[in-house]
């Protein structure tokens, strides 16, 4: 699965996705002499923060982390770049030095803000990438007999945690047309496939090709203070 979902990645499906993330933070300013210090939760196979990584070392002096709770997956992370740390670790125990961090990266993950900003300095960035309401719509729609609301993000925790909303800039909805290895790959990487029927699995597994579309939010979020 690892394997599939990079092979998925690198075809450059969700380039446009690491493009915005790239330049997010090459936008932010500044703060201190040392090295811009960032995290990437559940870093996976270290697609995103290697691309981001391999773009902005000329321009800013990195320390990058990547973590993720499957060996598998950081064990593939691994061989993407040796100029990052790879650790096998959950974002509900981050072994991570407390107020270490400019940047904690969030994509397509499941945030644990408590901890989240622990690990930030005060100031700090966090940066979550999630689903829009039209994101895989025609996945989903083969998937399911009846489509659910999308449901919005949610900022309660954030803000309970001692953050604050400093930008939302959803990415332009764009289109990956796929074959058949790549709709299985894509479905996998999704709580979707495992919560269809077995009859809508079996439909789908019979596509050569589909177009899907990709509707990416950003949120940028500033840590305030330490509650």
């Not at 997956?73 to 691994?78: D, N, S, W």
């Not at 309401?133 to 609301?149: A, F, G, M, N, T």
Request: charge should be neutral.
């Amino acid at each position: 699965m690892v394997k599939a979902r990079r092979e998925l990645l690198d075809s450059g499906a969700y380039q446009p996705v690491a493009q915005q993330l790239q330049q997010y933070l090459a936008a932010l300013p500044s703060i201190t002499q040392r090295p811009l210090r960032v995290a990437d939760a559940g870093c996976g196979e270290g697609y995103y923060l290697s691309q981001v990584a391999s773009q902005l070392s000329d321009e800013v002096d990195l320390d990058f982390i990547g973590f993720d709770i499957s060996k598998w997956a950081v064990q593939a992370a691994t061989k993407r770049s040796k100029a990052i740390r790879w650790l096998v670790a959950s974002s509900k125990n981050i072994p991570i030095e407390s107020n270490y961090l400019d940047v904690m990266l969030c994509m397509f993950g499941f945030p644990v803000f408590s901890e989240f900003a622990r690990t930030l300095s005060v100031g700090g960035k966090l940066l979550l990438v999630d689903a829009g309401p039209q994101h895989l719509v025609e996945l989903r729609s083969i998937l399911y007999d009846d489509l659910k609301p999308y449901k919005d993000w949610c900022a309660e925790p954030a803000l309970d945690a001692g953050f604050e909303l400093s930008e939302h800039k959803p990415l332009a909805p764009f289109k990956a047309r796929l074959t058949q290895q790549q709709i299985q790959t894509l479905a996998l990487m999704t709580p979707h496939f495992f919560r269809a029927p077995a009859a809508n699995r079996s439909k789908l597994a019979s596509l050569q090709q589909l177009e899907v579309t990709l509707d990416v939010q950003f949120r940028l979020l500033t840590l305030l203070d330490k509650q």
